[in-house]
C-alpha cells in the first residue's frame, strides 16, 4: 500500500500547488486588478502600523506568487514569499479577527511551507525546465 501512495506523491503536490495557488491569486486579483482596489489595500496595511510599501509586496505576493503556484514555476520562491505573507497576515489580522479565519491562514502558511520544503512535484514547469 505505502508503494502505491508514494507512486500518487506527484498528483499530491500538484493538489497542494492548486489549492494555494489558486486561493492566493484570486485574494491577490481582489487586491490588484480592480481600479482603486490596491491603493484601498495599501491604506488598510497602513492603519496596521505595517509600512505601507509592504502592501504592495503583498498584493502583488498573493496575486503573481499564486499564478506561478498554479503554472509550478518558481515553486519554491513563490511557496516561501507566500508563507512569509500568510504569517504576517497571523500576526498582524488573524489573531484578532478568530478562529475562522487564523485557522484558514495558518493552513496556507502550512501549504507554503511545505511546498518550500518539497518543492513543486513532477508535475509541474519547474521540472520540466530543470528548476527543480
Do not use: C
Request: hydrophobic share 60%.
Amino acid at each position: 500500500m505505502t508503494k502505491w501512495l508514494n507512486g500518487l506523491q506527484p498528483f499530491g503536490a500538484l493538489l497542494m500547488r492548486l489549492a494555494l495557488g489558486v486561493s492566493m491569486a484570486v485574494h491577490g486579483y481582489g487586491k490588484v486588478v480592480p481600479h482603486g482596489a490596491l491603493n484601498h489595500y495599501v491604506h488598510y496595511i497602513a492603519s496596521l502600523s505595517i509600512p505601507s510599501w509592504l502592501g504592495y509586496i503583498s498584493a502583488f505576493t498573493e496575486f503573481v506568487g499564486g499564478i506561478l503556484l498554479i503554472l509550478g514555476l518558481l515553486t519554491r520562491l513563490a511557496a516561501a514569499l507566500v508563507a512569509i505573507n500568510m504569517l504576517v497576515a497571523f500576526f498582524f489580522v488573524g489573531s484578532h479577527q478568530g478562529f475562522g479565519i487564523y485557522n484558514y491562514v495558518l493552513a496556507l502558511a502550512a501549504l507554503g511551507i511545505m511546498l518550500t520544503f518539497y518543492g513543486a512535484g513532477a508535475l509541474a514547469l519547474d521540472r520540466k525546465i530543470g528548476f527543480a
